[in-house]
């Protein structure tokens, strides 16, 4: 079974520029997770997916960042413009459902904004 | 304060020692309890849940919930170079289908 697939895996920008990541979740998986980890801490969920719809979006900080879900499937997380505490990776996550305790990761995207 | 207050550590042990990691919760609707650990510049990975309190062993590993207490751990036995990450301890709740992390511990294991 092919696990959570991001891209780019490294991505360095400027403040002020803007960015966009990419997660292909596993097949099947109906539930979506973007969390953020900054070094040195323990993920933070961003927001959670569920098919299409957003389910928890309250930690987003919506005056920059933005993300879908294209079909149910492939999600994309977008900032903009990027600010230097930003700086940190991104990760993907997906599970069956909602209620389904256990969520795979992906390898993430680290982000520096210089 | 937190929800998942975890000291970060680092901690350094010789192989084939006991490792003991831990973890306290604020949040008592937690229903599952679980371990990730995360090697360097990788996502993290489930090591092992439990549901409510008691304990369940995987092989060199054993977590235990005290919900009396409300402190998490994970003990490995037989510690291996190959152990060497970063621990993440995180309490989930049905309702809000939330994971909450702590800070996670960065174990080293040294041959």
């Known amino acids: 079974e092919a696990g959570v697939a991001q891209s780019p895996r490294y991505k360095i920008i400027e403040k002020r520029q803007s960015v966009a990541f990419w997660c292909n979740p596993i097949?099947?998986?109906?539930?979506l997770y973007w969390y953020q980890q900054i070094l040195g801490q323990g993920p933070k969920l961003l927001i959670q997916?569920?098919?299409?719809?957003?389910?928890?979006d309250s930690q987003l900080p919506k005056d920059r960042f933005s993300a879908e879900r294209l079909k149910g499937v492939d999600s994309t997380l977008k900032i903009q413009p990027a600010k230097l505490e930003d700086s940190a990776v991104y990760l993907c996550?997906?599970?069956?459902?909602?209620?389904?305790?256990?969520?795979?990761f992906g390898p993430g995207t680290r982000l520096l904004v210089l | 304060q937190k929800e998942v207050e975890q000291d970060p550590g680092p901690l350094s042990v010789p192989e084939g020692a006991i490792v003991s990691l831990n973890c306290t919760y604020s949040?008592?609707?937690?229903?599952?309890f679980m371990w990730y650990r995360q090697y360097s510049r990788k996502g993290p990975e489930l090591l092992m849940y439990t549901y409510s309190s008691g304990n369940k062993e995987d092989g060199r590993f054993t977590a235990q919930v005290d919900k009396s207490s409300k402190y998490i751990s994970l003990f490995i036995r037989d510690s291996q170079p190959s152990d060497s990450a970063t621990y993440l301890c995180a309490g989930f709740q049905g309702g809000s289908e939330k994971l909450v992390f702590g800070k996670g511990t960065k174990l080293t294991v040294n041959p």
């Open positions: 996550a997906s599970s069956l459902w909602a209620s389904e305790e256990t969520q795979y």
């Open positions: 097949s099947g998986h109906a539930t």
């Open positions: 997916f569920q098919n299409n719809g957003v389910v928890d």
């Open positions: 949040n008592s609707a937690f229903q599952y």
